[in-house]
């Protein structure tokens, strides 16, 4: 079965750093777009990047501060956010595109928890 499996959230002080990973198994890594995705509190899920053939593209709800990376020996796909502050709290998803056309073939992680205090 397809699984993607995030983990790396909690608690990080305000001006730290933070590395979350999603862990893929069950497809091939390769042949998927890897994206992530963060959820506030109250607010709509929204995507903050992408990694694909070895390209990462970012979104505007985190541009510049964040960096995605990935691993292929392990399947996994990291985001590394940068100085993180309050409202970066959320809980961070990651997810799987498959490559061929229409491009319907996806998957969802459950999500890690990020919390940042002040």
């Known amino acids: 079965q397809v699984q993607l499996v995030e983990s790396g959230g909690g608690l990080v002080q305000s001006g730290g750093s933070l590395r979350l990973s999603c862990a893929v198994s069950g497809l091939s890594f390769n042949n998927y777009a890897i994206s992530w995705y963060r959820q506030r509190p109250g607010k709509e899920r929204e995507k903050v990047g992408h990694t694909v053939a070895g390209t990462a593209v970012y979104d505007d709800p985190m541009k510049g501060r964040i960096t995605i990376s990935r691993d292929d020996a392990k399947n996994t796909v990291y985001l590394q956010i940068n100085n993180p502050q309050p409202e970066d709290t959320a809980k961070y998803y990651c997810?799987?595109?498959?490559?061929?056309?229409?491009?319907?073939?996806?998957?969802w992680g459950q999500g890690t928890q990020v919390t940042v205090s002040s």
């Open positions: 997810h799987a595109l498959g490559l061929r056309p229409p491009y319907q073939d996806y998957y």
